[in-house]
């Protein structure tokens, strides 16, 4: 008897054995690659382009195919994503937060199930040490453009282009990011004694908005990376 639950017991822990083994060693349902590098990846402050393939392993269609994202590693398609049309793709990610870690996979679904590439962890741009060229307009459609360096602690300087002769206005001011709204004080730190107060949108690789000023009506403003 305790020989026969003996040989039982083992063929049991066998049959367990090759079973896990095959399943780990089974091909995917599909095959979903992550075409983009960090070394070739076009990144901006709000956006990111991907390129993917995918093919079916099993002979099922693949019915969707596209990037899954997330700020949390393995991101899946219950998070956010986008869908191809095709089987080879590139797509841009928009949208996406200032000087932020995201999370990509390419996913490839077929009645199956879905499958998941490589994950690929990249990161937005900073606004800290960057040089704008920015395009002031008062409320009179006046013109002012000047050069504006966003340095990593969070200074800055402002140099307008001037007549050849003439002193160049060159104020030190603070800027601070909440999400992708930029808040620029033209002059030192407090909102209340600045000329300018800047506020607007970081978009690609964009920035506009408007200003409040500290004495005349308000304008506009737009700038683009020198």
């Not at 490839?108 to 606004?127: F, I, R, W």
């Not at 800055?156 to 620029?184: H, M, Q, R």
């Not at 033209?186 to 209340?192: L, R």
Request: hydrophobic residues 30%.
């Amino acid at each position: 008897m305790k020989n026969l639950l003996f040989k039982t017991l083992t063929i049991i822990t066998l049959t367990f054995f090759i079973t896990n083994c095959s399943s780990d060693d089974a091909e995917p349902i599909s095959n979903a690659t992550n075409n983009t590098t960090e070394a070739n990846a076009e990144i901006t402050f709000t956006t990111m382009k991907l390129s993917g393939k995918v093919n079916s392993n099993d002979g099922n269609e693949i019915t969707s195919q596209g990037v899954c994202w997330s700020k949390n590693p393995n991101p899946t398609i219950s998070n956010d994503k986008v869908t191809e049309n095709t089987t080879t793709f590139s797509t841009v990610i928009s949208d996406l937060t200032v000087n932020t870690t995201y999370y990509f996979r390419i996913f490839a679904t077929t009645s199956a199930g879905t499958t998941y590439s490589k994950e690929l962890s990249l990161k937005t741009l900073s606004l800290g040490n960057t040089n704008w060229k920015f395009t002031v307009i008062d409320h009179n459609d006046n013109e002012v453009i000047a050069n504006v360096n966003f340095k990593e602690d969070n200074t800055t300087k402002y140099i307008e282009e001037c007549t050849t002769g003439i002193d160049c206005y060159a104020p030190e001011g603070t800027w601070s990011i909440e999400g992708n709204i930029l808040t620029y004080i033209g002059e030192n730190d407090d909102p209340a004694t600045s000329t300018h107060v800047f506020t607007g949108t970081i978009t690609a690789l964009n920035l506009q908005g408007t200003y409040k000023h500290i004495t005349d009506p308000d304008g506009t403003w737009n700038a683009v990376l020198n």
